[in-house]
């Protein structure tokens, strides 16, 4: 793919640095005569009309505020001189927040943060850059840089049009992907990869579903040995988990948090529950949620997004408190020296994923206050972020663009509520924001872009993308909508989307790109092909007997289950009384009445289903 290309051209420029990861101190370099300061600009037309103007090389310097490496670039190499007096005479510096800009972060991920990019005047791309850079070798890629530009041998990467979507099996594409994950498995120390263990939320969800649906039982252990080697990750203190380990082991963490983390470790460690019901499992989403709610939850409603890795120049220290340092101690000497920093931001993906995690975590093991807090986010997201054509904004006062992957982990937010509280009103914005992709960010071919259509876009950035792992989280957003919507099975276009967009991103080279993470393409594939088991309750949403039906039905564990609260006499006949009904798309359960007996009834209509 061009992104991994431009890797192999910038290695012959420059060695890469280290991304955001827990490694050696970074080289010293000369002395700088006297700190300098970089003048960045923000990701705006003007700023690259100027560029355009001025003949000027563009560098995007692409961070997270939690990075502890981009906080070392800061201090180390763009407060070199020689490096700032370069980037002011020749160079348009841009700087952009990754957690801020979906759109520059889900292009730029391949290298890690801090990112760095460096586009001709005209914004065609020259190379990219992973990690931290040395200011003296910094300072020599930019003289040759400026040499090139002068000499006009500075031209830009020409993007390959993309390749048409794929037919074929979907089963055989899922064994492909499969059998490509597996390969990365480590049996040494669990998990998938050796150099970085990263909580992988998605692969441990298909490890899980693979023993029950296809009987490959031996993945349910593996799977459930992941979830237990990560909890090394787990901050004993004020739970939460860090991002990830290093050094190939799950025992040397890197000490940021950052919210897809949490969201993920949420369900990973509610579906092992459900799957079990070892306390163990609960006790680490517990952890995970008293986090949330203690460090990352507004008084407004909505969650967090990051709180950072290291304490930056507490009171009466001159140096920052590294992270292996500080979350060594306990509650007390934290809070003596200072809390690190907590990115305040409420977005719209970091709160649909959460919200979903608590609510999943509530589901298995009933939690007033977690459940209250998934609602209050909810009901902040659509109070704040929602956009009068019906999708979400990433960020509330955000005017622009709107991204894919808000609108997929909202969308699932939304059903995961209509699911839990049986409310009709979040099912139909669930169906109201999936129109607006369909008709906003969907390609009639197949697929969907990462955001809206940018008109003021320029040089590569007007080309718009389809990004793997938002187009298979979309597929399992709009399966999850359409089975739960009464409709003829033709008559609605959420399934076909679903469809087209796994076939648009099936490209061999595509998932090939992706190593291990392929978990949510898994998913959706084998969520597109199994059979689906309709879990209805029929009942007033205010009757006790039919929520307890509900809470049954969610704490039961059944992958393929679409769950919803339906009024009496609307899908199944009106009994007089609440009750559940399991379906396929040949059969129904008899009704279950008493939700105490749930387990036992859908145990045996279950029995007789076939799977894959």
């Known amino acids: 793919m061009p992104a991994r290309l431009a890797v192999a051209l910038a290695v012959s420029l420059l060695s890469f640095g280290t991304s955001c990861k827990k490694q050696p101190a970074a080289p010293e370099s000369a002395a700088p005569a006297a700190h300098a300061e970089t003048a960045w600009r923000g990701w705006e037309p003007a700023v690259f009309a ?24 800061d201090e180390e190499t763009y407060a070199d001189p020689e490096v700032a007096a370069l980037l002011a005479e020749h160079f348009v510096a841009i700087r952009v927040d990754s957690d801020a800009r979906p759109d520059v972060a889900e292009r730029y991920a391949d290298w890690g943060w801090p990112a760095t990019a460096v586009l001709t005047s005209d914004a065609r791309p020259v190379l990219e850059l992973r990690g931290y850079q040395d200011p003296r070798e910094f300072a020599a890629l930019l003289r040759r840089l400026v040499a090139d530009q002068k000499a006009g041998k500075l031209t830009g990467r020409v993007s390959l049009p993309a390749p048409p979507p794929r037919g074929g099996d979907l089963v055989e594409l899922r064994k492909i992907a499969s059998d490509q994950l597996d390969r990365t498995w480590d049996d040494a120390q669990a998990g998938w990869g050796r150099k970085q263990k990263y909580p992988l939320a998605a692969n441990n969800e298909y490890s899980l579903l693979r023993a029950y649906l296809y009987q490959e039982t031996a993945w349910q252990e593996r ?46 460690y509610a579906l092992a529950y459900r799957r079990t019901r070892d306390p163990k499992w609960r006790a680490a989403a517990g952890d995970i949620a008293r986090y949330l709610l203690q460090f990352w939850h507004d008084p407004d409603g909505g969650f967090y997004t990051s709180q950072d890795a290291d304490l930056r120049l507490p009171t009466g220290r001159k140096e920052p408190v590294l992270g292996d340092e500080y979350y060594a101690k306990d509650d007390a000497a934290r809070r003596a020296l200072g809390i690190p920093v907590i990115d305040t931001h409420v977005y719209a993906d970091r709160n649909g994923a959460i919200l979903r995690g608590l609510l999943l975590l509530d589901a298995v093991a009933p939690d007033d ?71 906003e960010l969907a390609d009639p071919a197949g697929g969907f872009y990462s955001h809206t259509a940018d008109p003021e876009a320029t ?72 059979t689906p088991i309709d879990i209805t309750v029929v009942g007033r949403a205010d009757d006790p007997t039919a929520q307890a039906l509900l809470r049954a039905a969610l704490a039961f564990d059944e992958p393929r289950g679409n769950i919803s609260l339906s009024a009496p006499g609307t899908r199944y006949p009106d009994l007089k009384k609440p009750a559940a009904y399991l379906c396929t798309d040949t059969a129904c359960s008899t009704p279950i009445t008493e939700p105490d007996r749930f387990n036992k009834g859908a145990e045996a209509f279950l029995r007789g289903i076939a799977r894959p």
């Not at 961070?63 to 670039?73: P, Q, R, T």
């Not at 799977?223 to 203190?237: A, E, F, N, T």
């Not at 860090?242 to 948090?257: A, I, L």
Request: charged content about 25%; glycine content about 8%.
């Open 369 to 439: 206050a977690v459940r209250a807090a998934a609602l209050k986010a909810g009901e902040r997201l659509v109070r704040t972020h929602r956009d009068d054509r019906g999708g979400f904004r990433h960020a509330g006062d955000d005017r622009g663009l709107l991204h894919l992957g808000d609108q997929v982990e909202v969308g699932r937010g939304l059903l995961a509520l209509y699911r839990s509280t049986g409310d009709p009103k979040w099912q139909q914005l669930a169906r109201e924001l999936a129109d607006f992709a369909l008709r």
């Open 223 to 268: 799977g459930l040995l992941v979830l237990d080697r990560q909890r090394s990750l787990i901050d004993p203190v004020w739970g939460g988990m860090y991002q990830y380990s290093v050094h190939g082991v799950w025992t040397d963490p890197h000490f940021e948090k950052i919210a897809p983390i949490q969201a993920g470790a949420l369900e990973s």
């Open 459 to 530: 040089g590569a950035f007007a080309e718009r993308r389809k990004p793997f792992d938002d187009n298979a989280r979309m597929a399992r957003f709009l399966l999850e909508l359409h089975r739960g919507l009464d409709h003829d099975a033709d008559d609605l276009p959420y399934a076909r989307a679903a469809e087209l967009a796994l076939r648009a991103i099936s490209q061999p080279e595509a998932v090939k790109a992706q190593m291990r993470q392929v978990g949510d393409y898994l998913l959706a594939l084998a969520e597109l092909t199994a």
């Open 50 to 73: 100027a560029a355009r103007s001025e003949n000027k090389i563009i560098l995007v310097d692409v961070i997270a505020s939690w990075c502890h490496w981009c906080h070392v670039m």
